[in-house]
């Protein structure tokens, strides 16, 4: 049996598990500034949940620059002051599942397999874990796909979720 993708897939990394982080300052800045416009919006609690999410998806932006979240969430959140009419309940989730970065997959390979050894699921570990990983003899893969996995209700129940943990019911 061979791995084969539902979607066309388009690859953007592979790395083993010597690849080295990277990290910005100008990143920390950026979630400061996503941070100031929540509160200017009325989104202050979305800020836990939003940080998850951000989490989750850390360092792929590094393959994938111009799908880069912090920049997409900015540019949503200055669209909301600018209207004056920042999105209720569960409706900023569904703006948030938007991204491109919900695209983004990844899975370690046994070298010479298509067979995925581990895939990579963002709502149970982050990508700057899962490249941590060991892999067996093997390396890890990145790729952006035409639909997101896990899906869309998904990942909008996990943000829902994770802001009923911190607030209460929406």
């Known amino acids: 049996m061979q791995f084969e993708p539902s979607t066309p897939r388009l690859p953007i990394a592979q790395g083993s598990r010597s690849t080295a982080p990277v990290v910005s300052d100008s990143r920390s800045i950026q979630i400061f ?3 100031e416009l929540l509160g200017e919006t009325g989104l202050a ?3 836990h949940p939003l940080l998850i999410l951000l989490d989750s998806y850390a360092e792929i932006e590094v393959f994938a620059p111009n799908d880069d ?3 997409a969430v900015r540019s949503l959140l200055q669209r909301y002051s600018l209207n004056g009419s920042p999105p209720r309940g569960g409706n900023f989730a ?3 599942c938007s991204l491109q970065i919900l695209l983004y997959g990844a899975a370690w390979f046994t070298p010479g397999s298509a067979i995925p050894v581990l895939t990579w699921n963002p709502l149970q570990m982050t990508f700057r874990r899962f490249k941590a990983l060991q892999g067996p003899h093997g390396n890890w893969k990145a790729w952006k796909d ?3 996995n896990p ?5 909008r129940r996990h943000l829902l979720a994770n802001y009923v943990k911190v607030n209460g019911f929406v």
Do not use: G, K, N, Y
């Not at 899906?151 to 990942?155: G, Y």
């Open 146 to 148: 035409s639909v997101v």
């Open 69 to 71: 979240p912090l920049p």
């Open 45 to 47: 609690t979305w800020m």
């Open 94 to 96: 569904d703006d948030l």
């Open 151 to 155: 899906s869309l209700d998904e990942v």
């Open 33 to 35: 500034e996503i941070a």
